[in-house]
């Protein structure tokens, strides 16, 4: 009787990927594909690159921090996207549940997820790269020293006859 | 052996100078990418470089002086400083950018990208700058046609009569009697092929649903790095960003023709198109292709990871062929070849990768014609063993002109595969020696020494400074063929045993 009441609890510890969707990192996707091909996860990540639309569908490249993977999801599932991640500007961070395929029959065997919900869950924003005064002073003396080697050179060469 | 004196380093140093100049003159072209884009920070991280560039450049012109003739060891010494001081220099930028782990990260990159290898330490590829992807291609490209046929080409003064520059970096083929000459067909075959490639790749990204704008940078920048056989990609998913079966077809046909002998482009063009149907190299890459894609497409078939054989055939082929051309664009994760696709299929990928490309192209590894003309030694081996003791054999194969086959010539090309066999297992002796597992250091170390740049995932920025030293000598040296680095080990022997 008690074995009984253990069976699932035993069950839950041991299998390694339920069928309900649980938050994972892409490079244990990644690195543990038979595993996870064909069942439902759940990822976050930063949307980065391009939003791709297709016939059926879009593509969104997701980057969490650990890898990038593409995520094929119809077009009425996809939230409102402010920001993609660039140089420029840090992408809209989003939750998704879908389907991992380690080899996607609908996509030439390709590595992809397809989304069955997308939450937005963070508005990204822009980056700013601003010149710390210590660069803009090194870049400005190295240029001096720059047209200093050039006037050298050019004297050294009006030495040289002809 | 005698010790050099002062006129050896006087030359060296002048001609080494004005290859430096040369690449700070390149850096004004992403420098003017970032300007375009308003990218400030990276304009100010290019003019550091250019100033660096120049002031090391002209410094070295202002003190030192062609004293001497090139002879072959000189000149095969100035092949080795130049690119290993343009990797030094031209790793600045990029590590300025802030994407890089350290210098030695930095530098790691410039020399796989100038050596057309492949293999990155960049962090954060997604948020890199246009004008850093810029000069990521840029290097590529430019070290596919190579960085001495660069200043070659613009026939930089006192450049004349340097034949021996010339196949310091890896390059024997004359195509024009003149070697200044020889350097502008590189040149227009390697920007006629882009205007092309860049054309159609834009056309195709422009349809997978990218903006014009980005479309035409990616499409230069995949072209840049297809043609040279680099891999470089401007996206951390490499070809996979894409999820197009078109662009997938266009790289690959533009990282095969840049695979091809410029000699051979050369006489299609000009003279004799069916060049093509008889060359030695092009039967040696043709078996080899068919043999190795057997291998890699009975191996997925085994391992049943593709739903359809189509799929298969897609993944399975452009691997095989990115690894043959020592290309290494990917439509995998590198995970995928160790795990999933089993050892039939990586094993072909690794003879692939080892025999590389065409010689006087921009690809590595052994190259075609040297397993043409091995093979075809083989046989006449063979055939000397089976016939009359008396019998006289003279072995000819056909590249670009009917030619001898000789001892000496055959000799010379041992010497090289040989060479090359050392280096990937050193290479692999290093990474099993630092703790990784037997495939994946035999998968990472061949990629690294026949400058492929496919990656199972070893290289990346936390692996150890030891093995990231050994595989920029292992890029260095492939890319170099050996010569060049052989006599640069040879002069340091001089300064250090050599005789007064």
């Known amino acids: 009787m008690a074995i009984c009441l253990f069976i699932p609890v035993i069950w839950m510890c041991c299998c390694p990927v339920s069928t309900v969707a649980k938050e994972i990192k892409l490079k244990q996707l990644v690195e543990r594909m038979k595993i ?47 920001f993609i991640g660039g140089y420029k500007s840090r992408g809209d961070i989003l939750r998704i549940r879908g389907i991992f395929n380690m080899a996607c029959p609908l996509h030439g065997g390709e590595t992809d997820i397809h989304a069955i919900e997308i939450f937005r869950v963070q508005e990204g924003y822009p ?12 870049a400005l003396i190295l240029l001096a020293l720059t047209v200093f080697t050039a006037a050298a050179y050019w004297w050294k060469k009006s030495l040289i006859p002809k | 052996m005698f010790k050099p004196i002062r006129a050896d380093y006087s030359t060296i140093g002048f001609y080494s100078g004005k290859i430096v100049i040369g690449i700070g003159l390149l850096m004004l072209i992403p420098a003017f990418t970032s300007c375009l884009f308003g990218e400030w920070l990276a304009v100010l991280d290019f003019m550091t470089g250019f100033s660096l560039c120049f002031i090391i450049g002209l410094g070295l012109q202002i003190f030192t002086s062609p004293q001497k003739e090139i002879n072959w060891m000189l000149g095969m010494v100035i092949a080795s400083v130049s690119w290993f001081v343009s990797t030094c220099i031209g790793a600045v930028p990029s590590w300025l950018s802030g994407q890089y782990g350290s210098y030695l990260d930095a530098c790691f990159d410039v020399m796989s990208g100038y050596t057309t290898t492949g293999l990155i330490l960049i962090q954060n590829l997604n948020h890199t700058s246009n004008g850093l992807n810029m000069w990521r291609h840029l290097l590529s490209y430019v070290g596919g046609q190579g960085i001495i046929v660069v200043a070659l080409t613009f026939s930089m003064k006192g450049f004349a009569n340097t034949y021996s520059l010339y196949v310091g970096e890896g390059k024997d083929e004359r195509l024009l009697p003149n070697v200044i000459h020889t350097a502008r067909i590189i040149w227009i075959i390697s920007l006629a092929y882009m205007g092309i490639g860049t054309f159609f790749l834009t056309f195709a990204i422009r349809l ?110 452009y691997q095989l062929v990115s690894a043959h051309t020592t290309t290494g664009n990917m439509t995998i994760y590198g995970t995928t070849w160790i795990g999933n696709w089993g050892f039939i299929s990586y094993s072909g990928i690794i003879i692939a990768m080892a025999i590389g490309g065409s010689a006087c192209s921009t690809a590595g590894g052994f190259k075609n014609l040297r397993i043409g003309v091995i093979f075809a030694a083989l046989v006449e081996d063979i055939r000397r063993l089976i016939s009359p003791e008396s019998s006289v054999f003279v072995q000819r194969f056909h590249h670009i002109k009917d030619q ?67 595989y920029i000598f292992a890029m260095w040296a492939g890319r170099l063929e050996f010569m060049a680095l052989f006599a640069l080990f040879g002069f340091i022997g001089c300064i250090i045993w050599g005789r007064k």
């Open chain 2, 404 to 470: 001898v086959l000789t001892d000496k010539y055959i000799r010379m090309i041992m010497l090289i595969v040989l060479s090359y066999i050392g280096l990937y297992a050193a290479s692999t002796f290093i990474a099993v020696a630092e703790g990784y597992p037997f495939l994946e250091a035999v998968f990472e170390g061949i990629s690294a020494a026949s400058n492929t740049g496919l990656t199972c995932g070893l290289t990346s920025p936390s692996m150890p400074s030891l093995i990231k030293i050994v």
């Open chain 1, 36 to 82: 996870f091909d064909g069942n439902q996860i759940e990822i976050k990540g930063e949307v980065a690159g391009d939003i791709m639309k297709r016939k059926g569908g879009i593509w969104l490249s997701i980057d969490d921090g650990s890898e990038t993977m593409g995520v094929w999801c119809p077009k009425d599932i996809l939230p409102k996207i402010s």
């Open chain 2, 208 to 317: 997978a649903g990218m903006s014009w704008t980005r479309s035409f940078l990616h499409s230069l920048w995949l072209f840049m790095g297809a043609w040279s056989t680099g891999g470089f990609t401007p996206m951390s998913q490499n070809l996979m960003y894409y999820h197009s079966s078109v662009i997938e077809i266009i790289t690959l046909v533009i990282f095969v023709a840049g695979s091809l002998n410029f000699a051979l482009h050369f006489t299609v063009w000009h003279i004799n198109p069916k060049e093509i149907l008889d060359n030695l190299e092009i039967v040696s890459f043709t078996c080899t292709v068919l043999i190795t894609s057997a291998f890699v497409l009975l191996g997925l078939e085994r391992s049943g990871i593709y739903p359809t054989v189509l799929s298969s055939w897609r993944r399975g082929f």
């Open chain 1, 127 to 138: 980056l700013h790269h601003p010149a710390s005064p210590e660069r803009i002073k090194w």
